[in-house]
């Protein structure tokens, strides 16, 4: 009983009001992520066109990871504020996910680099 009413909360608080059930076509929950996920579960193996239940229920795992790290983040740090620092720290003890931040911050430091030399390039002189 104590789940029913916490998934309750959970689809009304992303579909703003929307129950997330599928009842005659009215009610369904618009899916965000369905291409993007289609694309990374064919890259890892899974059929070119996998089922749409399978990518239903990767997204529902996807957006609840999502929502449990950003209210985790905005409790640490600055009240009310998600920021990289309090993601990174979340994730310290995972060493894959943490490799991946890392790799990841790293590179948008270097295309930020890339970028600001090339308009100094083209604009600067």
Do not use: W
Request: glycine content about 8%; aromatic content about 8%.
């Amino acid at each position: 009983m104590a789940e029913e009413e916490d998934e309750t909360g959970y689809d009304e608080e992303l579909d703003d009001g929307s129950s997330g059930m599928d009842v005659g076509g009215h009610g369904k929950r618009k899916r965000l992520f369905s291409k993007e996920l289609r694309c990374m579960m064919y890259g890892f193996g899974d059929d070119q066109n996998p089922y749409t239940e399978s990518v239903d229920i990767l997204e529902d795992l996807v957006i609840e990871f999502v929502t449990e790290m950003t209210h985790k983040a905005m409790s640490i740090g600055r009240q009310g504020r998600v920021q990289v620092e309090d993601i990174v720290f979340l994730i310290r003890k995972d060493p894959r996910k943490f490799a991946r931040v890392k790799d990841l911050l790293t590179m948008n430091e270097e295309l930020k680099r890339a970028r600001k030399a090339f308009d100094e390039a083209n604009y600067g002189s």
